[in-house]
């Protein structure tokens, strides 16, 4: 399931991004919110079709999760997915408004527009009776693990992807916010970024060494999502640019596969 959701937020993201008017967008965030199939009438026609697969997908979500009695993960998931969405048309407000945000401002609804929460959320799905009701109330709660996880993944996208967003016309940076609000170039607002990187790590480890109620499973699979931003961005924009190292990568998982 997770890779659809994913596959899912990836095309809404780049409406979001590239496509939409804003218009467009405040509509379609309307219809997220009213959750409700039927509304997807009052959209235009490509954001029907995307609003109807956004719609197979929590469908077919739904329907595992009766099957499973576990009917409550969709509450959570419904309202991480909002969060998301919310986000998204945030950062289409600032850039139809060439806003440029505090720093602050800037991690706190970027760190939601990642998805991680929901994305992590997501992973749990599946896991038969490990999971319980207070994983995604802890989940959702945004853990230090969680939002370094977040921050990690933001970070370092900003890093290596800023340049080429700003050229095809894109939200403010980070390094915007930093040179705005403090005055700063762009090697010393990296380095702001490289450092908070540092701190999200610090976070997550502290969190995987000293576990709680929380068990080891879990939090294994938040620290995963950290550690694969080192194949995303290491020394570039992998996700956006996939027709390298990402494509061998995929071929060797997707195509020729290990044999267990």
Not at 97 to 103: F, L
Not at 183 to 208: F, H, L, T, Y
């Amino acid at each position: 399931m997770l890779p659809k959701i994913n596959v899912m937020l990836s095309l809404i993201d780049d409406t979001y991004d590239s496509y939409g008017t804003i218009d467009e967008l405040e509509r379609f965030t309307e219809a997220i919110e009213r959750w409700d199939v039927i509304v997807s009438d009052d959209l235009p026609d490509y954001m029907k079709l995307l609003y109807k697969s956004f719609w197979n997908v929590y469908e077919e979500i739904e329907q595992a999760m009766i099957e499973e009695g576990r009917e409550y993960i969709l509450n959570y998931y419904k309202k991480e997915f909002k969060k998301a969405v919310q986000a998204y048309m945030t950062e289409a407000r600032w850039l139809n408004e060439n806003y440029i945000p505090t720093t602050e401002e800037y991690m706190r609804v970027s760190r939601t527009s990642c998805c991680y929460s929901l994305l992590i959320l997501a992973s749990y799905i599946g896991m038969g009776d490990k999971v319980t009701e207070n994983i995604f109330k802890w989940v959702t709660n945004e853990p230090k693990i969680v939002n370094g996880a977040a921050n990690i993944c933001r970070l370092m996208d900003e890093i290596v992807s800023t340049e080429f967003e700003q050229k095809r016309g894109h939200v403010c940076s980070l390094l915007d916010c930093y040179k705005k609000h403090h005055g700063m170039s762009r090697e010393a607002g990296i380095q702001e970024c490289q450092k908070g990187v540092a701190i999200a790590w610090k976070d997550i480890n502290r969190d995987c060494l000293r576990p709680t109620e929380v068990p080891m499973d879990f939090l294994t699979r938040a620290l995963n999502f950290s550690r694969f931003m080192d194949v995303f961005y290491t020394d570039k924009d992998n996700y956006t640019h996939a027709e390298g190292l990402m494509k061998t990568y995929i071929k060797d998982v997707m195509v020729d596969p290990i044999p267990i």
